[in-house]
């Protein structure tokens, strides 16, 4: 199989159709293991996923002692960002955001949504939750969409809990964001959290 570092050789100049390939493949390439992505599975700890996304080209942005870590990198020619959320004690990461590229465009942050939305579907089944709508006073072809993105008035998001926990969204920073929920670090975060609280409290 074509290795990561090889396919991008190959993508170095990816056109717009290419590039949402370039993804696609590696959202595919996922294989069985849903909590995984560029071949990094969402589990262990903080400090093993930095070590495994630096190996494949994204640097540290910020603080890595902190409970959600910032990294950066390029797929094509295209820079994402992905957030690593740990518990707050053994630092088990239970959560990965990947954010694609930032748009100021409504058709071109909604067509991108809606590409790899169909592409979930594909690889996962109708998910179990979807939105698609804008809180009052705002609405689809006011031509304010991407001020009703930034004000958190915009509803484009859809769920795949029940056995994968993975989510697409359009997020208030106006890019499109996929996350990947380690569903029994989810219960760990929770039950160190509490353990955390009542030392407060």
């Known amino acids: 199989m074509i290795s990561w570092t090889e396919l991008i050789i190959l ?8 590039f ?4 696609s493949f590696i959202i595919v390439t996922m294989g069985v293991h849903a909590q995984e992505f560029m ?8 400090l093993n996923l930095i070590s495994q996304f630096k190996s494949k080209g994204f640097v540290l942005k910020g603080d890595s002692k902190q409970d959600a870590v910032i990294m950066e990198g390029n797929i094509g020619s295209k820079t994402y960002e992905i957030v690593i959320s740990v518990t707050p004690k053994t ?36 998910p179990e939750q979807t939105y698609a709508f804008f809180a009052s006073p705002y609405k689809e072809g006011d031509g304010y969409e ?10 484009y998001s859809a769920y795949w809990e029940d056995n994968i ?7 208030k ?4 964001k996929v996350s990947y929920e380690n569903k029994k670090n989810v219960e760990l975060l929770e039950v160190e959290k509490k353990e955390v609280n009542s030392k407060i409290f």
């Open 39 to 46: 071949g990094v599975k969402v589990e262990g700890d903080k």
């Open 146 to 155: 991407m001020s009703a993105i930034g004000l958190e008035k915009c509803y």
């Open 91 to 126: 630092k088990q990461v239970w959560k990965l955001s990947v954010y694609l590229p930032k748009s100021e465009n409504w058709s071109r942050i909604r067509e991108e949504y809606n590409e790899y939305l169909d592409l979930l579907t594909t690889k996962y089944g109708k």
């Open 173 to 176: 920073f106006k890019q499109v």
């Open 11 to 18: 993508k170095t100049k990816p056109k717009p159709m290419k």
């Open 20 to 23: 949402f390939f370039l993804f």
């Open 165 to 171: 926990g993975i989510s697409i969204q359009i997020s």
